[in-house]
């Protein structure tokens, strides 16, 4: 069984950082791609980051130089280190997981609120 435990949502003020973990579980095949999507009411799910096998990274362009993902491919889990945090950041931010053979996972969304 497939599982994607996401930690590390919750509540700051403008400014401040937050780091995200998400641990993926029972993947039969190898993973090649990890990573972070957002969305905020009334919007469409938005990627925040994502990092490919080799470490390549993605960012999207409201995240470059604020954001940091990472991932330790042994505990097959990825983090996003947040910085800066604005209150157009707030969202649900969701796990995304792809194996081998295309096959994509989701996380069950973390809140992320920010503050003004």
């Known amino acids: 069984q497939v599982q994607l435990v996401e930690s590390g949502g919750g509540l700051v003020q403008a400014g401040g950082s937050l780091r995200l973990s998400c641990a993926a579980s029972?993947?039969?095949?190898?993973?090649?791609?990890m990573g972070w999507y957002r969305q905020a009411p009334g919007k469409q799910r938005e990627l925040v980051a994502v990092i490919a096998t080799g470490s390549t990274t993605n960012y999207a362009d409201s995240t470059k130089g604020r954001f940091t993902i990472s991932r330790d491919s042994a505990k097959n889990t990825v983090y996003l280190q947040m910085n800066s945090l604005k209150p157009e950041d707030t969202a649900v931010y969701y796990c995304y997981v792809r194996s081998d053979y295309n096959n994509a996972y989701w996380g069950q969304g973390t809140q992320v609120t920010v503050s003004s």
């Open positions: 029972g993947i039969r095949f190898s993973i090649n791609r």
